[in-house]
């Protein structure tokens, strides 16, 4: 089965400075890659994905991502980083589901990032 | 363009009531429609997933279950609540077929007293 680790709980970073928040995946298949952001109390807000083609992906707000098979990670990064980018971070791998017809998404636990100012 | 609409955004339940909480997409049709949970530190857990009407499947056995009596109409009930089924609830749809991306809802807060 497939499964996301985010070994980062919380990461704190200054703002102005540059972001690099951590994604491993287990999958043995070409995975489906996601990372999605979540404020407070809200649903989930895609960033960018990864389906195939060129390895560094581009997202909304100024977020890129880089998918390194050999490592399993894919890795989010901004060069830097605004007050606003406080929030709920989450990778996200695509596999079908046992009852076939449906891709699901299997989320990691999350990375809160905080933004001093 | 397409949009999710879940509600209600709060809800506090005694326990042993029911629940019934509903999502509604608009500007597809047949999409794939998902119910998940999340709970503090344990990131998204998926409940259940749907590709057509009438058609439920379930990820992990609880005390929920899920319909979709139409094409666009997603809801998650429970004839009687347990206080671990507090979380926020969290309903996507995406399009038919592999690899696409999932679109969510707000959210659901269940609060169970």
């Known amino acids: 089965a497939q499964s996301v680790t985010q070994p980062d709980i919380h990461i704190t970073v200054s703002e102005g400075a540059s972001l690099e928040l951590r994604c491993n995946y287990s999958?043995?298949?070409?995975?489906?890659l996601f990372w999605y952001v979540q404020s407070p109390g809200q649903g989930l807000q895609l960033l960018l994905k990864y389906f195939s083609g060129d390895t560094l992906v581009q997202g909304i707000k100024g977020f890129e991502a880089e998918f390194k098979r050999s490592q399993s990670s894919f890795n989010l990064r901004k060069p830097s980083v605004h007050w606003s980018d406080a929030a709920e971070y989450f990778c996200a791998v695509g596999a079908s589901l046992a009852g076939g017809g449906a891709d699901g998404l299997t989320f990691g636990k999350g990375t809160h990032l905080i933004i001093q100012p | 363009s397409q949009t999710i609409h879940q509600w209600p955004a709060t809800l506090v339940q005694p326990v042993g009531s029911p629940l019934s909480l509903e999502c509604t997409v608009e500007?597809?049709?047949?999409?794939?429609l998902y119910w998940y949970r999340q709970a503090a530190g344990r990131g998204l857990q998926l409940l259940f997933y749907s590709v057509g009407i009438g058609q439920i499947s379930s990820e992990v056995p609880q005390n929920l279950s899920a319909s979709r009596p139409q094409d666009r109409q997603f809801i998650l009930s429970s004839k009687k609540l347990l206080l671990s089924d507090s979380g926020f609830y969290l309903c996507?749809?995406?399009?038919?077929?592999?690899?696409?991306?999932?679109?969510f809802g707000q959210g659901t807060r269940l609060t169970v007293v």
């Open positions: 999958y043995g298949a070409t995975p489906y």
């Open positions: 500007g597809t049709s047949n999409p794939n």
């Open positions: 996507a749809w995406s399009l038919q077929g592999a690899g696409t991306e999932a679109f």
